[in-house]
DNA sequence: TCTGGGGTCCTAGGACCC
DNA sequence: TCTGGGGTCCTAGGACCC
């Protein structure tokens, strides 16, 4: 048992706010350096090498982990302690919250503690998966295991069909993995009332343009692509995504993205619930190189651009802003 | 226990290139 | 010159997790 999964909630009940879970981060990592983050309440620790240290067995210091959870934020957290990630996790859902749980490596152990769950409860089987996996009778993970891989593969697919037989069987190679750099970013706008009026939504796509380039800008980073996603009133969803001829954080690039994957979809007279933007493929702004062009309005759209930034992060974010997005925010 | 917003990963088909 | 198989990229969509 090498790994704790820890998944906080306050005291006073509600969400977890963003500085307390970055102090709980900080918390975590006086025990071990390898603190996988799991936004916005939960994380991952690898304690190998910290039991030493603390005199203290990885179920002694998710006790004290919890202790000063508790001192510091007046937060309450429930820790699985396990051999793999996912065994920690589900230990960690074996029982009420606000609790250390502790599944030693003993197979037999394992086995018998996985073989009781029903399907839906292995990590990486949802609904879907379940009501699919049920349909040919494997309703526990205990019948999964039984299942020859191969007919597991034909069921879900080769990749998901041998993740999903490993984890029936208490196999999780995946590593704690500190530091993990986000691969997209994104932002949804939600209508008050089904939204038909294009005007409108373009409106919401701006301010989700801007406020995206604007995160993108301060973290340093570019996206390679953009994706629109547009939600219905029925539930159902629309996504189109279109990768940038250049790595960017620019807000008029991202801006005219978003116009044209939506006026594409050609829009009639949907009922749109929501609309979102996700910038994909992030890497270091350092690594981005511009191409320079000649192009005077777009040399000046990057000056206002600079700007507006040095503006927000002196007067905040809500002090500048495109005009158009006033009435949205 | 549920909700929801912000994420991740996978699949599959088509285009393109070697 | 034609054929063809195998990468890789792009795009759309689905599923899952906290």
Redesign the pocket.
Known sequence: MTVLYA?FHPVSGGALAEETYDGLLALLTEVTPVVQA?P???ALLDVRGATRYFGHDPAGLATLLRVRALARYETDCTVGVAANPMLA?MAAHDGP?GAVRTLPDDPERVAAFLARKPAAAL????????RTLCSYGLDSVGRIAAAPPAVLQRIL????GRRIWERAHGIDPTPVTPDAR???????H?FTTDELDAAYRRRALLALADGLGARLRESGQVAR?LTLTVRYADGS???????FTEPTAHTPVLTATAYALHNALGLQRARVRAV?L?AEGLGGAELAVHQLTFDEADDKARRVEAAVDRARARFGNGAVGPAATLDVA
């Open positions: 998944h799991l916005p309440d939960a996790r919250p990590y990486g089987v949802g609904p879907a998966t379940a697919g080769a990749a998901q986000a691969r997209s970013m994104g932002a949804e939600r692509g969803a629309t996504t189109r995504s279109r990768t979102a996700r």
